[in-house]
């Protein structure tokens, strides 16, 4: 589509904007667009609508069809309410449940997402005010609700909001009801959006699903009596002014710890984050005042979550006395093998258990189950997908943790997205254990890697912005499909995964295998002789794509961390550099 046409078609459909269908404020916020000399905030503002992606519904607030407003969450909560009618038309009531984090407009949206789904006879369960996401999960298995939305960004800029959904299982929508969704949003006009549905049908929910919620965190515990002898470890929490801070702490202290030291600035509740450029806690940035409480008080561990708290970084003093932060790879690491080892020893393995993780994660997780004769799973990124594992073997095979990383994990199936709640609590825990063996955190991570084998993992991401930069992203998938690098890093390529063919081709031998996943998806990997592991994919949230690189090294004892670290690192800079990254 040319310039031009693309401009007579943005401004078409905001012209529509301008009728009195939508309040007074979005009509001016759009004539403004419609009259300003440069038109690329018209062009971003409607030259899409949003979709559902690997997080749901997420954009820049403000109005447009491609923004996040009360009237393209209202059509989402519209198409959802339709749907859901469709496949539960035989129930007598159908239930939803409804949570919101801090950001600006999120209760604003909440509440008409609530009115909605009331307007079109639907039960509505509403928390009181922000909530973790994990809960929100909870919250619709336990009661029995058919669908559930939170609104939050995750850890986007504070200009972003959005909107996930979740099934009757507590997941995040997966196929086929993620496109039929969609597709019904898609025949949704403004009109046909029912707002302001009846009071008696909404229901106000808030410390008493707490208390439920914080007892079934409770059973994620292994080693309670670990935890009774070292209940005073220093722990530094920060919620970064987000929805941990109503759970998260008494979470860590249903296990047992007393001495919890909070971050008082990033306690204050704030969709404008005012001590971070960005709620993530995967940022240093973002864990700056966190450490910084840390190295006052010497703690022994540092954790954070992102806005809706389902993200968890943690930070661990190593053998020089530096506060640094672990990455998701390694936070999955320290999981798994807390969990495998510790149902071992207490002799709680039947042999149906199993494992989850995505195929960008690193390969660690599935040596950890191999050696220790537990099933794992490959699965996309987004815990929709490990929630889909666990729904297809349910009463068969017994779900024990996985995870991704980009710093979430699910240590139990009661969530069924990442729970940074459950996951605090039982880093927490896990701190003790290594402590009780005579080792800091940090200690037992080089321990498993001197185990399980060494690799070292980096994230490196392209933003690229607007309808320009989504074109730009799809040319870079092409290229890279069309012409495969046949050497990294000085090792050849042997097999190249493409998850948007679900072929998987061994460039050696020339041998070509299907990949078992039951969809298709834009995903690029890359394996090379030497145990290098490159994988690329479009961002499913945010205007990104992300390189993911994994790369073996030796290490031979504690001492020599920092060398293979160096080397390590040294390693996947100059593949960037090769890629031109």
Sequence with gaps: ?????????????????????????????????????????????????????TGGLRGIMGAGTNRMNIYTAGAATQGLSNYLKQNFSDLPEIKVAIG????????????????????????????????????????????????GIILTASHNPKEYNGYKAYWDDGSQIVAP???????????????????????????????????????????????????QKHKDIKIVYTPIHGTGVKLIPDAIKAFGFTNI????????????????????PEEVAAMKMAIEKAELVDADLVMASDPDADRIGVAVKNDKGNYIIINGNQTALL???????????????????????TIVSTELIAEIARKNDVEYFDVYTGFNFIAE??????????????????????????????????????????????????????????DIYLEYGYSKEKMKYVVREGKSGADEILQIMANLRSNPPSEIGGSLLEVVKDYSTLK??????????????????????????????????????????KFYFEVKGELISRVQFDEAEQKAEKKIDAIMDELGL
Excluded at 117 to 135: D, H, M, Q
Excluded at 393 to 412: C, L, V
Excluded at 518 to 543: A, C, W, Y
């Design 1 to 53: 589509m040319g310039k031009n046409e693309l401009l007579r078609e943005v401004t078409q459909k905001a012209n529509e904007w301008l009728s009195e269908v939508y309040n007074s404020e979005t009509r001016n916020d759009v004539q403004r667009m419609l009259d300003s000399e440069d038109k690329s905030e018209l062009i971003d503002s409607f030259y899409k609508q949003l979709e559902f992606g």
């Design 100 to 147: 919101f984090d801090c950001r600006n407009n999120s209760h604003l949206f909440a509440e008409t997402c609530a009115g909605i789904f009331a307007a079109n006879g639907i039960k509505v369960y509403l928390f009181e005010s922000l909530r973790p996401t994990p809960e929100l999960s909870f919250v619709i298995r336990e009661f029995n609700c058919q669908s």
């Design 177 to 227: 009801h993620d496109v039929n969704i969609v597709n019904e949003v898609k025949t949704i006009t403004p009109e046909d959006i029912k707002f302001d549905g009846p009071n008696e049908l909404i229901t106000i929910i808030g410390e008493e699903v707490d208390r439920m919620f914080l007892e079934k965190v409770k059973t994620v515990s292994l080693s309670p009596d670990v935890v």
């Design 261 to 280: 030291f909070n971050v008082p600035e990033q306690d204050v509740v704030s969709g404008e984050f005012p001590t971070v450029i960005s709620p993530n």
């Design 335 to 357: 999981f798994i093998y807390y969990i495998i080892t510790k149902m071992k020893e207490s002799r709680m393995m039947k042999g149906n258990e199993f494992i989850v993780k």
């Design 389 to 446: 594992v666990i729904r297809e073997n349910e009463g068969i095979k017994k779900y024990i943790g996985g995870g991704e990383e980009s710093f979430g994990f699910m240590p139990a199936d009661f969530v069924r997205d990442k729970d940074a709640v459950s996951s605090c609590a039982l880093m927490a825990e896990i701190t003790a254990w290594a402590i009780d063996q005579g080792k800091t955190l940090y200690e037992l991570l080089q």
């Design 504 to 545: 998987e081709k061994n460039l050696l031998t020339g041998s070509e295998i299907e990949i078992n996943q039951k969809t298709n998806s834009n995903v690029l990997q890359f394996f090379m002789q030497d145990g290098t592991k490159i994988s690329v994919r479009p961002s499913g949230t945010e205007p990104k794509i």
